[in-house]
């Protein structure tokens, strides 16, 4: 080799490497191969679909003797997130999370209030000294920032305070929380004819027009629970690789959750048991435009025993 040019060199390195790791990647499947599962990405297109139908946003099923669910913290409607109709699941799942709607419903309803100093000054400068030594007697209650409106030549300093966040009110991030509604229903005769309430920033509707399966394996923050034996090789190769080729991101339904924290199981109401079948992973910015908390992920959970629970909670880091 040492007569090759050093760009064929680098080539041959490079197709070395690849098929070592290759290698590593099979052998390290057939170790975890207990713990393989399927998932199902959504493929999604424009529109709203029927009122069973699988989406994201849009309007859901409500049968005749109900109206949109409201938030009991601010009186106001909550956005639908996600609905699937569990009997036009992939075939593969079968009756796995039973038969019917499956309807998540979260508050994103705010309060935002704009405050006015009284401050103001005539040049950026000026305002961003004043933006930077304000006042210690303006204790405003949900203060989330500072900002200059300006007005012809005059940029006036107002802080922006929220006053109402019904996430932060009930604690949005953990299962059964108030501000959100998980639920199976099972459409009647007929759905009840409704117009789409007022919500704030109201997500646009995309219809689940189809699944792609995919293998999933387990990420590395649940190895470990699992009690899966692995060395150091292995475990360093792992935390490369996994992500890309063994762990799937993003909205999917079935499969491992991608844990943000760590593993989180709530317990059943009712047997008390870990939820641990997992439903859905709702990653922030996929296809709904929301962020949980700083970039996390959502998790809709079942109990395995009885179907009719299901939570929601998210993580983030």
């Not at 041959?12 to 099979?26: A, D, P, R």
């Not at 019904?166 to 639920?183: A, I, M, N, T, Y």
């Not at 590395?220 to 090789?233: K, M, Q, V």
């Not at 063994?246 to 048991?273: M, R, S």
Request: net charge negative; with cysteine.
């Amino acid at each position: 080799m040492k007569n090759f040019p050093n760009a064929w060199v680098y080539i041959y390195l490079i197709v070395q490497m690849k098929g070592q790791n290759l290698s590593k990647l099979e052998q390290l499947k057939n170790k975890l191969t207990s713990v393989k599962r399927l998932t199902w990405k959504p493929i999604v297109g424009e529109g709203d679909g029927g009122l069973t139908a699988s989406k994201f946003g849009g309007k859901p099923w409500l049968n005749a003797d109900e109206e949109w669910p409201i938030c009991p913290n601010c009186g106001k409607p909550m956005q639908l997130f996600l609905q699937l109709n569990l009997d036009e699941l992939p075939q593969n799942l079968n009756t796995k999370f039973g038969s019917g709607i499956l309807q998540f419903f979260y508050c994103t309803n705010q309060i935002i209030v704009e405050h006015d100093t009284g401050l103001f000054g005539r040049t950026v400068e000026e305002c961003e000294t004043l933006m930077m030594n304000l006042p210690h007697d303006m204790p405003i209650k949900g203060r989330i920032g500072v900002h200059v409106d300006w007005e012809g030549d005059i940029g006036k300093v107002k802080i922006l305070a929220c006053e109402q966040d019904c996430v932060s009110d009930c604690k949005g991030w953990s299962p059964f929380s108030r501000c959100q509604l998980v639920r199976i229903v099972k459409p009647k005769n007929s759905p009840v004819f409704f117009e789409t309430p007022e919500i704030g920033n109201l997500f646009e509707p995309k219809l689940i027009i189809g699944w792609k399966e995919v293998n999933d394996y387990p990420n590395w923050l649940e190895i470990d629970d699992l009690e899966i034996r692995l060395d150091e090789d292995e475990k360093d190769f792992l935390d490369e690789i996994l992500m890309e080729e063994l762990h799937q991101k993003g909205d999917k339904l079935a499969g491992w959750a991608d844990w943000v924290q760590y593993p989180e199981y709530p317990d059943c109401p009712i047997c008390k048991h870990p939820m641990n079948q997992f439903v859905f992973h709702l990653e922030s910015d996929d296809n709904i435009p929301y962020m949980w908390g700083d970039g996390g992920a959502g998790y809709i959970v079942q109990c395995s025993q009885h179907q009719e629970i299901v939570a929601f909670f998210w993580q983030c880091a």
